[in-house]
């Protein structure tokens, strides 16, 4: 079957840039009602279909791509009132775009096969202006023929796809990933705050970091907020970075491995969030740091 129809779940920061590219190419895009109109609007105007549930996207695609929160909503999509798992049939596959729990994902894959259907998963990397770029970065993980059938779709809105091997596998790589990014970030927010506390001029500080082995896509992303107040250049939430390092701390838990720097990350983003700072972008940890420091009211 080649794939012509591809639904989506989760019409949000990336999910518009993710349809906005599969229109371009020229699939038939259906679309879940989001809580934010704006995107979905703007991906009507561009010819994508609007439906009310998961079951009727289901209904009317070959794929369907999710990209929401996390666990809780991937599985609120599948399992349930009026959910994908209500519309299965064979040889629907749905593709995971979102970060969420390997050991979910390998359940939710068991499940689905013994009715049929695919479900794979491919969690991204990037931001929001790469998603509208149609540069994103895949992890892909699941059969290769499943995978090799909608790679011309994933193609559509990523230029890196990694394959990771089994169900679960590219979640598993995902939460590697977003350790690494959000670690380097609380490392880089507590650097900038002991510059900005000792005087440290900081576009010295950017250009010597950056010429070194210090070096890292973070400290570049979070340094623009001394030098210039901007926050843009890493539009991800202190709650959804939360949310990551904790699905990161169950699978160290889980495997098991001791993880001490990964709680001391997921730790220092709960009490961000408990401060009222979870809705602000990652590159405001330098405003947690300064106001547990004293230096910011």
């Known amino acids: 079957m080649t794939i012509k129809k591809v639904g989506l779940i989760g019409v949000g920061l990336m999910g518009h840039g993710i349809g906005k590219n599969i229109l371009a190419k020229g699939f038939a ?158 490392i880089a927010a507590e650097a900038i705050t002991v510059a900005a506390k000792a005087g440290v001029k900081m576009e010295a500080f950017r250009d010597i970091v950056m010429a070194g082995g210090a070096a890292s896509v973070m400290f570049g992303r979070l340094i623009n907020v001394p030098l210039s107040d901007d926050d843009s250049a890493a539009k991800f939430a202190i709650k959804n970075a939360r949310k990551d390092m904790r699905y990161y701390t169950n699978m160290t838990e889980q495997l098991p491995v001791a993880s001490f720097m990964g709680e001391s990350v997921h730790q220092l983003f709960v009490m961000a969030e408990s401060m009222g700072f979870g809705d602000r972008f990652i590159p405001r940890m330098i405003d947690v740091f300064q106001k547990i420091n004293g230096m910011k009211k």
């Open 29 to 186: 895009l259906n679309v879940m009602a989001h809580k934010n109109r704006a995107p979905v609007e703007s991906l009507i105007s561009l010819g994508a279909k609007e439906f009310a549930s998961p079951a009727e996207i289901a209904k009317a695609s070959d794929l369907v791509i999710l990209c929401v929160t996390g666990t809780p909503q991937v599985e609120e999509a599948i399992y349930g009132a009026k959910g994908l798992g209500s519309a299965l049939r064979d040889g629907l596959i749905i593709a995971d775009c979102s970060t969420a729990e390997p050991a979910s994902t390998i359940k939710i894959a068991a499940d689905l096969k013994a009715k049929g259907t695919f479900f794979v998963d491919t969690p991204m990397t990037r931001t929001p202006k790469e998603a509208e770029a149609g540069k994103l970065g895949l992890m892909v993980a699941g059969p290769a023929d499943v995978l090799a059938k909608i790679r011309p779709v994933l193609d559509c809105f990523a230029d890196t796809i990694v394959n990771a091997g089994e169900a679960g596998a590219a979640h598993q790589l995902k939460l590697l990933n977003n350790f690494l990014s959000i670690g380097h970030a609380a």
